[in-house]
């Protein structure tokens, strides 16, 4: 590998100064100074690495940490390659495969080329979770991905494109990869690679960048709010008519808000709101038109649920910014497929509210560790209807707890059930619901359910928030 040497300015400073006392030159620095420039070798494996210097190979810290390795014995059309053992789902020593390979020393400058190619193939026929670039372990400003490669038991090449070469002018994740079992019922398997390297295959067209997976979607939210905008994808056409999708960084695109008094966002795509009203976040990528976009209703002053005053010495908090909350397995479990609750969760001047719509029911489950409530007497949880109350309203709460095996289902399961009722209720007002815990067995207290018993037709809430959920001793 050839190394390209770079001006020391500091160096060139004081020649400068040197010649500028000795001899009078006018000449300004700058006239001489040349920018700096990085390796455009396109090479990343073929046969052995290229260019890669000595430490380039990071696993992911949670994943089986030498499934790689190189095999000189299987190649395309040669005898090498690069080859990761995915482990099996209940491997001790991880049970996934994924690293990343990162240039040891400066960066590649990529803006010459138009994709990622590489050659692959498998032990059986897989479909690799995620293959990509612009993982570096630092910022990782340029990741890009595609999922759920179909990869067979025969060699073929893959492409993933660019989606703004120009961006990639010092690029040190030439090629990342996550590989687990999913798809294989917990079984390992083995994929090569081969010929991994950037090209300009001058064959890729089409590209149709969006942002929120491309649909237009609407936010009603507060001064004072954030909403990041996500689903950013983009599809091109590919020589043989089809098309590649890839997941790409925001770093990519240039976000644009219709009103800055309402709303701004930043170059990475989180939205602060700011005003009364409405605005609308758009982006363009490459100077293309991303499909998609943010509707933000900001509706003005939030309300934020009345200031917990317990001491935390008596509180076991399961999600409140006032008390530091437990671990929780999650807060929308979505259970398939009777569940239509999803989450529209946000934050309000760093005030975290949980915020579920389209609701029927929806759980909160936390069972590692369980909550010993044996000397606590009540569950408190405020809530908010941002519309108004339906008069036949029965929200019910359930407490579970997992029993002895701590394990949910595992029939020793007890419950306590709690309905509130319409006048328990006032429209876009904080709601203080106090459960006093009256079951036995409360030892391992796993889970929080809420459901719309009515017909969620005629008689549900459909919107709500939640905030200050936790169990507390008087």
Known sequence: MKNRKFINLRKAFVCGLVLTLALGCERDLTDDASPATFSKVGGVFDDNFIDMGTDFYFPFADSKLDAFSVDQN??????????????????????????????????????????????????????????????????????????????????????????????????????????????????????????????????????????????????DTFVGASVVVDGLVELFNLADGSNQGITVSPNFYQFESSDSNIATVNEVGEVSIVGNGTAVITATLNNIDAQGSVTINSLGSFQFAPTPTRDPANVTSIFSDFYTSIPVDFFNGFWEPFQTTLSADFAVNGDNILNYTNFNFVGNQFSSPTVDATQQSNLHVNMFIPADIPSDLDFLITIKDFGPDQVDGGGDDSIQQVFFFANDFEANTWATLEIPITMTNRNNIGLIIYENINNPTTSSIENFYLDNIYFYSN
Do not use: C
């Open 74 to 219: 299987e190649g395309h059309e040669s005898s090498a390659s690069y080859r990761v053992d995915v482990p099996n789902a209940d491997d001790p020593n991880g049970n996934y495969a994924g690293a990343i390979l990162r240039v040891d020393g400066a960066g590649r400058d990529l803006s010459g080329f138009d994709a990622l190619t590489f050659w692959a193939k498998a032990s059986r026929g897989v479909n690799i979770g995620e293959v990509g670039f612009g993982v570096d372990f630092f910022i990782n400003q340029y990741r890009v991905a595609a999922n759920g490669l179909s990869v067979s038991t025969s060699w073929n090449k893959y492409i993933i494109p660019l989606p703004d070469a120009s961006k990639l002018m010092e690029e040190r994740g030439l090629f990342w990869y996550s590989m687990g079992t999913q798809g294989t019922g917990g079984s390992g398997y083995t994929v090569w690679f081969d010929e991994i390297k950037y090209e300009t295959l001058g064959t890729i067209g089409q590209p149709r960048p969006a942002i929120q997976l491309g649909n237009d979607i609407i936010v």
